[in-house]
T-cell receptor, first 116, second 112 residues
Framework: GAVVSQHPSWVICKSGTSVKIECRSLDFQATTMFWYRQFPKQSLMLMATSNEGSKATYEQGVEKDKFLINHASLTLSTLTVTSAHPEDSSFYIC????????????FGPGTRLTVL | AQSVTQPDIHITVSEGASLELRCNYSYGATPYLFWYVQSPGQGLQLLLKYFSGDTLVQGIKGFEAEFKRSQSSFNLRKPSVHWSDAAEYFCAGASGGFKTIFGAGTRLFVKA
């Protein structure tokens, strides 16, 4: 149990386009999901906390208008990278917390975004 | 401030040798502690976790970790490393519903 999926697993897009990444909890409900960004050979950097039915909470330095997060249901959160540029190329990982369990996260397999 | 520190950026061990990866934490109260492994281009896989109770925690793939309150440490160990263990390892802590804090990671290289 506690499986989290991400789609797509990789995406290549042109500069200026928008890309949507989906994060789904497959066998549990997740009131809270998290979005991380990971640069090569670095640790995970928390971008934002996504709560079902409310606005996401962004970490300092993360542009909320560039990284749009929607958490419309208890099993789905989406991250949209708007007007993507090459510097947005990165590995994006989501995680989900079971509703009622506030200290353990289950991670998705990640999405590799390459912006040309 | 809360923090999780992994002092070793990378470690190289011979196949069959024992392994210990270090992790230190700084929290007001004992946090929940985790070890994750990440293979290149993959997401994170949970190896083990410590919430409370027995300070020696057994995980998957033959890994174990020991929580030592006096040293604020949660070191990961394996008695005999296999070549497939080569990966990035992350220690993480969480407390009181606050966000999880990750260490910088330790890259494990395994030589034949």
């Amino acid at each position: 149990g506690a499986v989290v999926s991400q789609h797509p697993s990789w995406v290549i897009c042109k500069s200026g386009t928008s890309v949507k990444i989906e994060c789904r909890s497959l066998d549990f409900q997740a009131t809270t999901m998290f979005w991380y960004r990971q640069f090569p050979k670095q640790s995970l950097m928390l971008m934002a906390t996504s709560n079902e039915g409310s606005k996401a909470t962004y970490e300092q330095g993360v542009e909320k208008d560039k990284f749009l997060i929607n958490h419309a249901s208890l099993t789905l959160s989406t991250l949209t990278v708007t007007s993507a540029h090459p510097e947005d190329s990165s590995f994006y990982i989501c995680s989900a917390q079971r509703t009622g369990d506030y200290n353990e996260q289950f991670f998705g397999p990640g999405t590799r975004l390459t912006v040309l | 401030a809360q923090s999780v520190t992994q002092p070793d950026i990378h470690i190289t061990v011979s196949e069959g040798a024992s392994l210990e990866l270090r992790c230190n934490y700084s929290y007001g109260a004992t946090p929940y502690l985790f070890w994750y492994v990440q293979s290149p281009g993959q997401g994170l896989q949970l190896l083990l976790k410590y919430f409370s109770g027995d300070t020696l925690v057994q995980g998957i793939k033959g890994f174990e970790a020991e929580f030592k309150r006096s040293q604020s440490s949660f070191n990961l160990r394996k008695p005999s490393v296999h070549w497939s263990d080569a990966a990035e390892y992350f220690c993480a802590g969480a407390s009181g519903g606050f966000k999880t804090i990750f260490g910088a990671g330790t890259r494990l290289f395994v030589k034949a």
